[in-house]
C-alpha cells in the first residue's frame, strides 16, 4: 500500500493564510471551544448530553458498550427516528415551518412545512403496512431528488422498516445487486426524473432489476414526469393510488437504540459494494449533534446540503440531521448547471440561503466558469459554507470563501466517511481558526490520529501516515451487512485496536489535518467512490475485452478521473468506436458516473514477479509522468511497450 499524496495540498501545505472566526459568530455560536476539553474529561456524559437532545420513549441504560470491533450506544433506549424528525417538532408549535423548499429541474416548486411532511409520512407509512411490510423488513428506495424521497424513508423509519437507498444515477444491475443483498421485500421508485434536461428511466430499470431480485414483491411508483411506464399488474402501485387515501395518522414505532435504520452500499476494494449498516439510537445523535454544532444551524437559517440523498451526505445532511434539528432545508432535484451555471446561485437568491454545504468537485467546476455568474446574484444571506467528499485544494477553497461566500462567510471542511455516518473531523465554525485545505481538528469527543505502516504514531508535524480512529463514536457503522469478517478485515485487521479509514493524512506542528486522498483502490470521481476492480469487472464483462486495469488520474475538476487500461482479446481490432462501447458498456453495468474518461488499448499491463497489477505506474501513465520506481516491475521493457504501442481513446465524462 503506498501512500498517494496529493502533490497541490503537499506544495500548499505551509500555507500561511488563516482566518478566524468573524468575532460575532464566535460569540453566538452553538458549539464553543470548551466542547474539546469537556468531550475528553467525560466522554460519555458529552456524548450523554447529545443524545439528551433528541426525544426518547424509554431512556438508555449505558451509554455505551464497546466490545472491538463492536459498539452499541444508549443500550436499553427506545425511540423512532421518524418521530425526532417531524411529529415532534409539529407537538412542539412548528408545524408551520417549512420543511423543504423543493425546486424541480424543470422550474416546478413545492413547498412542504413541518405538518405537511408528518401528514405525507403517515400516509406512506400506512401505505407499507398496507402493503405487508413489517418492522425489520428491508425496503429498497431508488428515487430522483423529489420530496417523496425523503418521505419514503421517513415512512420506512416510522415502522422500523431499514430503507436502502440506491442512488438514482445507477444502472439496473447496480440496483439488483443492493437488492438481492438486502433481500428488499418492496422497492419505492419513480416513472422518473429530470437531470439535465433529459428524463431517466428509473421505472424501466427499476423493473430490470426487480425481474432478478425475487423478494421484492410490491412497487410504489411516484409519478414524476408522466411519460407512460408499464405497470405489473398485482406488483406495481401508482404512489397516488395508494398513499393519497391513507389516514393521516401513524404510531411512531418504538424501536431499541440498536434498531437497524438503513444499509448503504459503498464501493470498497473488491467488485461487490458493501452493505454498510447504521443504527437508530446513536447515529441520530451523531448527525444530529454535528449538524447542528457544525453548521451552527439557527431558527431562522435556510440550509442546503446540495448532495444526493442517494448518498451518506445526503442521508446524514439532507434529511437526518436536518430534519431532527427542524431545519428548513432547500432540496433541489437537477443538475447544478441547467440550464446555465448560475442556477445555484439563483436558488440561494431566491430562498435566502443561509448556509450552503456541498462537494469541491462542484466548487471547480463553478470556478472554472468564471465570477461573473455567481456575481449576477444576491448572495448576501449566505453565512456560512461547507464542504466534504474530497480533499479540496486551496485554489478552490479561496474562490469559495470570495466569490460564493464574499470574503464574510467561514468554511468548514467536513472530513467522514459512509462508514463514519457522521462528520469527525471538522472546524467548528465559531471557534477554529481556518486553513484552507485543512480539516482542521477531530470534532469533540472524536479521537484520530496518523499512524505509520507499522502503527506508531506519526508525531504532528512528523509527516505523512494512514489516518486512523482509536475510539468509537456514536454513529459508526455497525458492520457490514451478513458479512462480519469483511467487517473485521476492511477496517480493524490493518491497525489491531484502530479503525482504518483508508486515508492517507497528515498532522502539521499546530494539530491541524491534512487529507491526502485513498491509499486504497477507492477512487474518487466527482466525490463519489468508485472501486477500481468494480470497473475492471464491468470491463472484462465485455465479450472483446481480455484484461483491464483502472487508475484513477488527477483531473482539476472531477478530483479523478477514471483511466482504464484494456487488452482486448487477441482477434479483436482494438478501434475508437470500441472504446466508445466499452465506455457505455461500463455506464450500463454501474451508472453513468463510473463512465471512464480515457480508454487506452495495450499490449500489456505492468505487473510485479508475483503477478499484481502495478497501478502505480499505470497511473504515471495516464498522468504523462516520469515513472517512479520500476525495481519491483517483472518485465522492465512493458511500460514502454505500453507506451509505443497504446491506442488512447479520450472523452469528457457525464457528471
Ligand atoms: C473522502 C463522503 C478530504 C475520503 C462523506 C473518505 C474527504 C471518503 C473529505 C469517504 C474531506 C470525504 N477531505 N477527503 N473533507 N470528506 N473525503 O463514503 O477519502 O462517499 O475516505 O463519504 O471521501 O467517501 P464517502
Known amino acids: 500500500m503506498s501512500l498517494n499524496v496529493q502533490p497541490e495540498i503537499e506544495a500548499l501545505f505551509s500555507e500561511a493564510r488563516e482566518f478566524p472566526p ?390 468548514v471542511d467536513t472530513w467522514w466517511q459512509t462508514e463514519t455516518g457522521m462528520i469527525l473531523i471538522t472546524p467548528l465554525p465559531g471557534v477554529t481558526t481556518l486553513r484552507p485545505g485543512s480539516a482542521t481538528r477531530p470534532f469533540p469527543g472524536v479521537a484520530a490520529k496518523v499512524v505509520d505502516a507499522d502503527g506508531h504514531d506519526v508525531p504532528d508535524g512528523a509527516g505523512g501516515g494512514y489516518l486512523v480512529l482509536t475510539k468509537p463514536w456514536p454513529a459508526m457503522l455497525r458492520g457490514i451487512y451478513k458479512d462480519p469478517e469483511r467487517y473485521m478485515s476492511t477496517y480493524w485487521r490493518r491497525f489491531p485496536g484502530m479503525y482504518f479509514a483508508g486515508d492517507g493524512c497528515k498532522v502539521d506542528a499546530d494539530g491541524y489535518f491534512w487529507l491526502l486522498g485513498r491509499v486504497d483502490d477507492v477512487m474518487k470521481v466527482s466525490g463519489h467512490r468508485i472501486s477500481t476492480i468494480e470497473v475492471e469487472s464491468a470491463l472484462v464483462d465485455h465479450p472483446a475485452v481480455a484484461e483491464a486495469a483502472v487508475v484513477g488520474r488527477s483531473d482539476p475538476v472531477t478530483g479523478e478521473a477514471i483511466s482504464a487500461f484494456v487488452i482486448v482479446k487477441s482477434h479483436i481490432q482494438p478501434d475508437d468506436a470500441l472504446a466508445a462501447e466499452l465506455r457505455e458498456h461500463v455506464a450500463a453495468k454501474i451508472g453513468a458516473i463510473a463512465r471512464p474518461k480515457m480508454v487506452m488499448f495495450t499490449p500489456e499491463l505492468p505487473k510485479t514477479r508475483s503477478g499484481k497489477i502495478m497501478r502505480r505506474l499505470l497511473r504515471d501513465i495516464a498522468e504523462h509522468r516520469a515513472l517512479g520506481d520500476v525495481t519491483t516491475l517483472a518485465d522492465t521493457g512493458i511500460v514502454d511497450t505500453i507506451r509505443d504501442k497504446a491506442q488512447s481513446s479520450e472523452a469528457d465524462q457525464l457528471v
Open 22 to 411: 468573524p468575532p460575532e459568530f464566535a460569540a453566538n455560536a452553538n458549539m464553543k471551544a470548551d466542547a474539546y476539553a469537556h468531550a475528553d474529561q467525560d466522554f460519555e456524559g458529552f456524548w450523554a448530553e447529545q443524545a439528551d437532545r433528541l426525544t426518547w420513549f424509554r431512556k438508555w441504560d449505558a451509554v455505551l458498550e464497546w466490545d472491538l470491533p463492536y459498539a452499541k450506544w444508549f443500550i436499553g433506549g427506545e425511540l423512532n427516528v421518524a418521530y425526532n424528525c417531524v411529529d415532534r417538532h409539529v407537538e412542539n408549535g412548528l408545524g408551520t415551518k417549512v420543511a423543504y423548499h423543493w425546486e424541480g429541474e424543470p422550474g416546478d416548486t413545492r413547498t412542504l412545512t413541518y405538518a405537511d411532511l408528518r401528514r405525507e409520512v403517515n400516509r406512506c407509512a400506512n401505505a407499507l403496512l398496507e402493503l405487508g411490510v413489517r418492522t425489520g423488513d428491508r425496503v429498497g428506495i431508488y428515487m430522483p431528488m423529489i420530496p417523496e424521497l425523503p418521505i419514503a424513508m421517513l415512512a420506512c423509519a416510522k415502522i422500523g422498516a431499514p430503507h436502502v437507498v440506491v442512488f438514482g444515477g445507477f444502472s439496473a444491475d447496480a440496483l439488483q445487486g443492493r437488492m438481492i443483498d438486502s433481500e428488499a421485500v418492496a422497492l419505492i421508485t419513480a416513472d422518473g426524473g429530470y437531470r439535465n434536461g433529459k428524463v431517466l428511466d428509473l421505472k424501466g430499470a427499476a423493473d430490470e432489476a426487480a425481474a432478478n431480485a425475487p423478494t421484492i414483491r410490491n412497487m410504489l411508483v411516484v409519478q414524476r414526469t408522466g411519460h407512460g411506464v408499464p405497470m405489473q399488474e398485482g406488483r406495481d402501485h401508482w404512489w397516488h393510488d395508494i398513499v393519497d387515501r391513507q389516514s393521516d395518522e401513524c404510531e411512531p414505532v418504538h424501536v431499541d437504540s440498536e434498531h437497524l435504520l438503513y444499509l448503504l452500499h459503498t464501493s470498497g476494494t473488491t467488485a461487490k459494494p458493501k452493505g454498510i449498516m447504521h443504527t437508530t439510537g446513536g447515529y441520530l445523535t451523531g448527525v444530529s449533534a454535528t449538524h447542528h454544532a457544525i453548521f451552527d444551524i439557527k431558527p431562522d437559517d435556510v440550509y442546503w446540503c446540495a448532495a444526493d440523498i442517494g448518498w451518506v451526505t445526503g442521508h446524514s445532511y439532507i434529511v437526518y440531521g436536518p430534519l431532527s434539528n427542524a431545519t428548513t432545508s432547500i432540496l433541489y432535484e437537477g443538475a447544478p448547471q441547467y440550464p446555465e451555471p448560475d442556477r445555484w446561485w439563483s436558488i440561494i437568491e431566491k430562498y435566502k440561503v443561509s448556509i450552503l454545504y456541498c462537494a469541491p468537485t462542484a466548487i471547480r467546476a463553478f470556478m472554472k466558469q468564471g465570477d461573473a455568474w455567481p456575481a449576477k446574484h444576491d448572495m448576501s444571506s449566505l453565512r456560512l459554507l461547507g464542504t466534504v467528499g474530497e480533499p479540496i485544494n486551496p485554489e478552490a477553497w479561496l474562490w469559495y470563501h470570495r466569490a460564493i461566500g464574499g470574503s464574510r462567510c467561514p468554511v
